[in-house]
């Protein structure tokens, strides 16, 4: 039996593969990777591709689709945790850019807010003195 | 005493409301399944990552990142406070944002600023109205969280971390213990906190591709995201689960209500025909 190697993909949602193999072959940032048993250890950021993996008992590879996400090579074991969002620097800090000024956004309509909450109480009491005038004027 | 019809109306309008209680828990009974499904389905990444992240520490790299590196001085924190979009769901957000005000407070004292990320409509409100400084926000999660509308938010968190700007940062969320019980909790996640170093005889370190900071940064980054989503899903689930106890209370409470009315109903009725009666025999006994 030749040797194999265990593998562990799994992405926030869902653990997408757990088990043996002989080799994987991954998309890595730069260029495929094929990792057999007793690899060194590596640390490498995947893209967007499928991950192959020849498992044991049958001829065929097994794919994957990951969105991107980071690998861990131990010598007898291969972890990929996988994106379940597209990544990368640009978008990210297009997101974060869209993410402040919403924040910014809402502080500044947080006055008008504000002045919504008070109208709506102040609004709330007239209806209240109304309500108590004709009471009072029914009773008269 | 009310009259009939009035207490006939009562009784109409507290069993529409006991409808509509019963049906918002049959809904929260079915979306609570799903969503503790989905909080469990995150487990496995949330394990994963820990694992590489210890490995990581236990390799004996040159490079240290500023996440894991402790800060002599704390002027500014960072608070991420996960809550639920809608209401209804008892006492869960209260008492997450009574343990977020503890801690405003807290800082407040101790002469910190506080930068807040909030996730989640009403804690949004909450910490607006508080008057805290709301950095940035994602709100409509929806029933299902995706990482995609929370990765800006706390990369604006983290950028802060990075750039100086906050020297810890800190998140609240509704902990799920069982359907009846939910906690509210805090837990630190920056800087990290040393992870225990596994067990490895001899000195070792990773082949980075490209290189060791990239690698690290893009690593920890999810890690701490992990953290929060696994959050998020985890508070999902105690919205669904406090929904549905809070709505039976609400449905039974609501069936309380109806009973006793019932009752004086048919009292104030058994009242109208007596009286009737014995005016009727008065009325007799005159002739």
């Known amino acids: 039996m030749s040797m194999t190697i265990h593998v562990d993909i799994v992405s926030h949602e869902a653990a997408l593969f757990s088990g043996v193999a002989e080799y994987v072959i991954v998309p890595a940032q ?33 794919l994957i689709y990951v969105s991107g996400g980071m690998l861990e090579v131990q010598p007898h074991m291969i972890t990929v945790l996988s994106d379940s969002a597209i990544r990368g620097a640009e978008l990210d800090q297009a997101r974060a850019e869209e993410a402040k000024r919403r924040a910014e956004e809402a502080m500044r309509n947080r006055s008008s807010e504000m002045e919504y909450a008070k109208a709506q109480a102040e609004l709330a009491q007239a209806i209240a003195q109304i309500a108590a005038i004709s009471k009072l004027k029914k009773s008269h | 005493m009310a009259s009939g019809k009035e207490i006939r109306t009562k009784i109409k309008s507290v069993e ?19 969503a503790q499904e989905r909080m469990r389905a995150t487990r496995p990444y949330a394990e994963k ?27 500014r924190v960072g608070l991420i406070v996960v809550s639920t979009d809608k209401g209804l769901c008892g006492g869960l957000n209260t008492n997450a944002m009574r343990l977020a005000l503890n801690l ?5 004292t101790s002469g910190h600023g506080v930068d807040v990320t909030a996730l989640g409509n009403k804690g949004l409100g ?85 290189d060791a900071k990239s690698v690290v940064d893009a690593l920890l980054v999810r890690y701490i995201e992990a953290m929060i989503y696994r959050a998020v899903t ?34 104030t009725r058994q009242a109208a025909i007596t009286k009737e009666l014995s005016e009727i025999v008065a009325g007799a006994a005159a002739v």
């Open chain 2, 234 to 267: 985890e508070n999902m689930a105690c919205e669904q689960s406090a929904r549905m106890v809070a709505m039976k209370a609400a449905s039974d409470n609501a069936k309380n209500v109806i009973g006793e009315l019932k009752l004086v109903y048919n009292k």
């Open chain 2, 104 to 108: 405003i407070r807290q800082w407040d």
């Open chain 2, 126 to 210: 909450f910490l607006q109205r508080l008057g805290a400084k709301v950095v940035s926000h994602a709100v409509g999660l929806g029933d299902t969280a995706h990482m995609e509308q929370l990765i800006g938010p706390v990369k604006v968190m983290l950028d802060a971390y990075s750039a100086g700007e906050i020297d810890a940062l800190h998140l609240v969320y509704s902990s799920f213990v069982n359907t009846m019980k939910q906690e509210a909790v805090s837990v630190q996640l920056l800087p990290l906190a040393p992870v225990e170093k596994t067990e490895l005889a001899h000195h070792w370190d990773y082949i980075y591709e490209p």
């Open chain 2, 16 to 34: 529409n409301t006991r409808k509509i209680t019963r049906a918002m828990e049959m809904v929260a009974a079915a979306k609570m399944r799903k």
């Open chain 2, 49 to 75: 990552i820990a694992a590489v992240a210890a490995h990581m520490s236990s390799a004996s790299s040159e490079y240290k990142h500023p996440f894991v590196v402790k800060r002599e001085v704390i002027k």
């Open chain 1, 30 to 62: 730069m260029g495929e990777l094929g990792i057999y048993p007793r690899h060194t250890q590596l640390l490498t950021r995947l893209k967007p591709g499928s991950v192959r993996i020849k498992k044991p008992d049958s001829a065929e590879e097994e």
